[in-house]
């Protein structure tokens, strides 16, 4: 006895199962080797770009857009080719299938393989991730929905660095002011690092704001702030970072509630190093429009 002819909505059914997992209609068609290797397409590519993080030392720019590219390339090749497959091998419905090509058996390895495969794909993220902007607090550098790429490895961090911290369930991005042992306060606006104040440069006027640049001491190049005039937060008493603990400051100094601001206030206080997530490499891209500018220093 011959084989049944399918319809065309059977055929489109099968081929959407690819949708779910590349290769999972394959599967249904019989065709286990090739729904095997469009299945490990995704894990594969995944695994070879955590790899790549582990040799980098530091990632830049170009290599996470290649990288991710080749990825992202490699994901749509399995999922094209198993849906062109799909379609191509599913004319004729056998009369008699094995217990793995059965409608529940293809639902169960299904949803085992979207497990599989969401676990594999967040590995990457262990190592580099993306982050975007929520607010003004970091302008002028960082502007409202701008998108950062931070290494999340754990590694020390420098006056001067961006870091992407957690408070609770909120992340915010900050820069670091000074370390553990260093004695800081506010006067007039102006940050005040172990009894010295750090020398701020006019830059210019923009609206409301003044535009300064600083350098914290041990920084390798300037960084710009906005400022305001006379702010809440402009005056603080002179105190210690504690061990383990870090002061930041965000750009915008009368927009940021950092470590000047307690949490009680949603702000930051003294923040322990255990809550630092990663610290920033790279803009990808935003409203300033500054694709692939370093922010390390």
């Known amino acids: 006895m011959s084989d049944a002819r399918r319809g065309a909505g059977a055929r489109i059914g099968i081929a959407a199962l690819n949708l779910l997992v590349p290769g999972l209609g394959l ?3 019989g065709h286990w080797k090739a729904a095997l290797a469009c299945a490990l397409a995704a894990p594969v590519a995944c695994l070879l770009l955590v790899l790549f993080y582990i040799a980098a030392p530091v990632l830049h720019f170009w290599g996470w857009a290649v990288s991710l590219g080749l990825v992202s390339l490699t994901i749509v090749l399995a999922l094209a080719a198993s849906i062109i497959l799909s379609w191509r091998w599913s004319p004729l419905r056998p009369l008699e299938r094995p217990v793995w090509q059965r409608w529940y058996a293809i639902v169960g390895l299904g949803l ?39 290494d999340m490895r754990a590694r020390e961090v420098r006056r001067g660095d961006i870091i ?13 002011a000074a370390l553990p042992g260093d004695r800081v306060a506010m006067r007039g606006g102006i940050f ?23 350098r914290f001491p041990g920084e390798v190049a300037e960084h710009e702030i906005y400022d305001k005039g006379e702010q809440l937060f402009d005056e603080m008493r002179e105190r210690a970072v504690p061990p383990g603990h870090l002061f930041v400051l965000g750009d915008n100094r009368d927009m940021s509630a950092d470590s000047r601001v307690p949490r009680a206030e949603m702000g930051v206080e003294m923040l322990p190093a255990a809550d630092i997530r990663g610290r920033v490499l790279f803009r990808t891209y935003g409203p300033s429009g500054r694709i692939g500018e370093s922010l390390t220093r």
């Not at 005040?192 to 003044?210: A, I």
């Open 192 to 214: 005040v690092l172990n009894g010295t104040p750090v020398r701020q440069r006019f830059v210019r006027q923009e609206g409301e704001y003044r535009r300064y640049a600083e």
């Open 27 to 29: 599967l249904r068609l």
């Open 112 to 150: 085992v393989a979207m497990l599989l495969v969401s676990e594999v794909a967040g590995l990457p993220r262990l190592y580099y991730r993306s982050f975007y902007i929520p607010a003004e607090s970091m302008n002028p550098l960082l502007l409202k929905n701008d998108r950062l790429v931070a």
């Open 164 to 176: 992407v911290l957690a408070v609770g369930d909120s992340m915010y991005v900050k820069r670091v």
